[in-house]
Structures are given as structure tokens and as C-alpha cells.
């Protein structure tokens, strides 16, 4: 589910990295911390229409495999935009519709970042589909950077909205619980 194809996008919006003999650390130092970015700065929206080639051979309803791809897709990009650097799928929790999206349905994605730990962060996925503005689904995915090897260091992101806060709190316990799963 890695999100290669939003990967050559990347690098042509985020500048390439790159470390000088002056600025290379040694191994046993920490990197320094990155400023904080509000949660509001990860927060991506994407709009997509139902299609033919978007449905189950016989049937008007949205393939659930394509649903997935647009879900890591937008995901993704929340985590780049919080990163700057190229992100990559880690896990996905459990997806269970509500409502199928059918043909001509416009389906509305939006995704923010919820929280970071050491090394991932978590990656929430609104979806839900006009013309009634329905409730498809909630899921949560699990974002790491790709990096050039050394230690990653992630911004922190800060929930501000009362909902952010709650966000913030419910994915360590959905953390802690997949951790338990595995």
C-alpha cells in the first residue's frame, strides 16, 4: 500500500535534503527536534467521482480496492505535508463501510495527521459521499518516512480544536492496542 506514486509529486514539491560536512552529526547524537506543526497544516482534502472504470464488473458500486488506493493516496499526502521528505504506508486498521459509494457518487476524503511517535504517526481518513453528505467510513493508517538512512526525527503535530484533542488522545490508545495485536 505504499504510496510510491505520490513519490516523484514529492520531490518535485519538497527540496532535496541534503547534509554538509559542517551539519553531519555524529552517530551518538540526537538529531535536533523539529519545530511543531498544528494539527490544521496536515489536513488534506480530495474529491473524487465514481466512475465507470471505478465500479465491480455488474454492479454500480464503488470497488473497494480502488476506495483504498484513494484513501492511501490522500493519506500519504498528509504525511508528506507534515514530513516534507516521502512517506510510506506502515499499516492500516480494520475498514468497515457504512455506505457503498455507487456510480456517480461524488466521494469526499479528507485526512490529517493525528498524532506522531518516534519513528510513524498516525494518519486519520474521513470518507463520505454527496449527494446527502453520507458517512462512509473512518480509518486510520500508519505513516513512516523513507529515509537516507540515520535516525528520522518527525515534527510534532499540536491539536488546537477540541476535536484534535480527542484525536490526539484516542490514536495512543489505538496505538496501544495494535502494539498488543502484533
Given at each position: 500500500?505504499?504510496?510510491f506514486h505520490?513519490?516523484?509529486l514529492s520531490l518535485l514539491?519538497f527540496p532535496v535534503?541534503m547534509?554538509?560536512?559542517s551539519s553531519t552529526s555524529?552517530s551518538?547524537?540526537?538529531?535536533?527536534p523539529?519545530?511543531?506543526?498544528?494539527?490544521?497544516e496536515?489536513v488534506?482534502?480530495?474529491v473524487?467521482m465514481v466512475l465507470?472504470p471505478?465500479?465491480?464488473?455488474?454492479s454500480?458500486?464503488?470497488?473497494?480496492?480502488i476506495?483504498?488506493?484513494?484513501?492511501?493516496?490522500?493519506a500519504c499526502l498528509?504525511a508528506?505535508l507534515?514530513?516534507?521528505r516521502p512517506?510510506v504506508?506502515?499499516?492500516?486498521?480494520?475498514?468497515?463501510?457504512k455506505?457503498?459509494?455507487i456510480?456517480?457518487?461524488?466521494?469526499?476524503l479528507?485526512?490529517?495527521?493525528?498524532r506522531?511517535y518516534?519513528?510513524?504517526?498516525?494518519?486519520g481518513v474521513s470518507?463520505s459521499?454527496d449527494?446527502?453528505n453520507?458517512?462512509?467510513?473512518?480509518?486510520?493508517?500508519?505513516?513512516?518516512e523513507?529515509?537516507?538512512?540515520g535516525?528520522?526525527?518527525?515534527?510534532?503535530?499540536?491539536?488546537i480544536?477540541?476535536s484534535?484533542?480527542?484525536?490526539?488522545?484516542l490514536?495512543?490508545?489505538?496505538?496501544?492496542?495494535?502494539l498488543?495485536?502484533e
Open positions: 500500500f505504499a504510496c505520490t513519490l516523484s514539491f535534503f547534509t554538509t560536512p555524529s551518538t547524537s540526537s538529531p535536533a523539529l519545530p511543531a506543526k498544528p494539527v490544521s496536515t488534506v482534502t480530495m473524487k465507470q471505478h465500479i465491480y464488473p455488474g454500480d458500486a464503488l470497488s473497494g480496492g476506495l483504498l488506493k484513494w484513501m492511501d493516496t490522500v498528509s508528506e507534515l514530513t516534507g512517506c504506508t506502515a499499516s492500516v486498521d480494520d475498514l468497515q463501510l455506505v457503498t459509494p456510480l456517480g457518487n461524488v466521494v469526499t479528507v485526512a490529517r495527521v493525528n506522531v518516534n519513528t510513524s504517526m498516525e494518519v470518507v459521499v449527494p446527502d453520507l458517512h462512509v467510513c473512518k480509518v486510520f493508517f500508519t505513516f513512516v523513507l529515509s537516507r538512512g535516525k528520522v526525527v518527525l515534527p510534532q503535530v499540536l491539536p480544536t477540541e484534535e484533542k480527542e484525536e490526539f488522545e490514536a495512543l490508545e489505538r496505538r496501544k492496542y495494535r498488543v495485536g
